[in-house]
């Protein structure tokens, strides 16, 4: 049994394994919805919309990367934006089918 220094050694972990487990674990969570079904996170101003020629999982691991460069890039360029009342409507009325992952405080939706 090697000693350490009460698992400190584990606190801060090499950030290209925090990007693995990030891509893991938000690959593991992409699933299909309906926008019906997504009200309830559109009514708290919490859904924003990736743009479908983007990797939805690539997206929601730079946010969880709080990578605010790439950020800021993306939002300069329109691939993300929050989803706005246009747009909210016209998927209700065809209760469109998206690809979303939950990457708090942000739920991040995909036109299927």
């Known amino acids: 049994m090697v000693e350490g220094d009460g698992g400190s050694e584990h606190l801060d972990p ?29 009514a ?6 990736v743009d479908g020629a983007m990797n939805l999982v690539e997206v929601a691991v730079q946010l969880g990367l709080d990578n605010t460069a790439q950020f800021k890039q993306w939002i300069t360029e329109g691939s993300i934006v929050p989803v706005d009342d ?9 209760n469109q089918e998206m690809w979303a992952v939950v990457a708090p405080p942000w739920v991040l939706v995909q036109q299927r």
């Open 14 to 42: 090499d950030p290209a394994d925090r990007e693995t487990l990030l891509r893991r674990e938000y690959h593991s969570q992409t699933a299909g919805i309906h926008w019906h079904d997504m009200q309830t996170w559109y």
């Open 44 to 49: 708290r101003g919490s859904v924003i919309r």
């Open 86 to 94: 246009e747009q909210a409507l016209a998927w209700y009325e065809t």
